[in-house]
């Protein structure tokens, strides 16, 4: 099963790809995702791995791709170049490779999907309060002021919540105001217990801080932000004493 989500308008989607083929795998594998069918450089190599429930009580594994765009990653500090439609349409397969496997998935031409999430992304876009036209045409995005990786305490995972003490994941949307600040949050992807999400648009709201956005005339406009959130337990490392002679 293939899942393709925006979080918003632009280029970048995430991807999570669920099958058995996959069983047995960890973060630690090496694997990259590519476009086929012509298999360009990989678009994704960053993934989270959680159990997708099934029938029957069984669970198969789900690999759960970071952000990225169709062109893949920018080179030497630079972004990718713009998805053209032209480049969506081209795009009949995508390839997962790992070791001396690989699966290929194949999708059909992606052209008229993608050209309906655009038109659904700008639907968002509006119920958000914000003019879809404006923020296609944005000359600078919201840029955090701190590391992203600051907004969550380390020692914020909520022991009380799931008991395994397993990873999650979290996504959520940051609502950013013409001043910079965090004006709403909403998780809209949570992988894991109810309270990783309780917990991470908190500490957002009340940590993260941005450069706002600008139009095309370089005016402080209202804007929005993704953020995703891996929780992970950091277990103390236990003090041996010195032995006495």
Known sequence: MLEIERLGPGDRFYATIT???FNGLGESTHLTLRTGPEKVDPIADRFTVADAPIEGGGKLTAL?????????FG??????????????????????SWGDKAVQLGTGSL???????RECTDGLVRSWGLDPVQQARLSVRPMPKSSPDTWIAANSYPFGAD???????????????AS????????????????????ACE???????????????????????????RWKVRRPMKQVGQRRR
């Not at 052209?111 to 999430?117: L, Q, T």
């Not at 450069?211 to 995703?228: I, R, T």
């Open 19 to 21: 099958g058995k083929a």
């Open 64 to 72: 759960m791709f970071s952000a990225t765009t169709w062109n893949g």
């Open 75 to 96: 080179h030497d500090g630079r972004p990718p170049a713009p998805v053209t439609p032209e480049r969506e349409t081209a795009i009949t397969s995508l390839i997962l």
């Open 111 to 117: 052209g008229k999907a993608m050209a309906a999430m």
């Open 163 to 177: 008991k395994r003490y397993r990873p999650g994941l979290t996504r959520a949307r940051l609502l950013v105001d």
């Open 180 to 199: 910079g600040a965090v004006s709403g949050c909403k998780v809209v992807d949570n992988y894991g217990d109810s309270a990783f999400a309780a917990a």
């Open 203 to 229: 500490q957002m709201t009340t940590k993260a801080t941005f450069s706002p956005a600008l139009d095309q005339a370089g005016k402080p406009v209202a804007s929005h932000y993704e953020a995703s959130i």
